[in-house]
């Protein structure tokens, strides 16, 4: 499985992006798919899943703030950032597990692919 991650950019703070995450050489359906995100000097940070057949989660920091949703037949997922904050500046990653449980969706070792990742910048 192959994922090509876009739409990151730069914005202002109050601002919104929306991520796109395709994934290639495989079906998302049957897929858990997962979004990180990394800052300068820190570890990788979960940030919202969808486990198949369609449980979701989110971290703590973007719940109300970002959704994550899954088109099956583009084999595409999406991350809704809206209300963008200055912290939440860092490299977007999607990732695809073929199994995972809730209680793993935020560890980045459950996942099975990743994606290249894409910069989000927000200024203050």
């Known amino acids: 499985v192959q994922l090509q991650t876009s739409g990151g950019g730069l914005v202002q703070t109050g601002g919104f992006l929306r991520l796109s995450c395709v994934a290639s050489?495989?079906?998302?359906?049957?897929?858990?798919m997962g979004w990180f995100r990394q800052a300068p000097g820190n570890e990788r940070e979960f940030v919202a899943g969808?486990?198949?057949?369609?449980?979701?989660r989110y971290a703590d920091s973007v719940k109300g703030r970002f959704t994550v949703s899954k088109d099956n037949a583009k084999n595409t997922v999406y991350l809704q950032m809206n209300s963008l904050k200055p912290e939440d500046t860092a490299i977007y990653s999607c990732?695809?597990?073929?199994?995972?449980?809730?209680?793993?969706?935020?560890?980045?070792?459950?996942?099975?692919?990743w994606g290249q990742g894409t910069q989000v910048t927000v200024s203050s």
């Open positions: 990732a695809v597990a073929r199994r995972i449980i809730y209680s793993s969706l935020g560890v980045p070792s459950a996942w099975d692919y």
């Open positions: 050489g495989g079906t998302l359906r049957d897929y858990s």
């Open positions: 969808i486990r198949s057949p369609g449980s979701i």
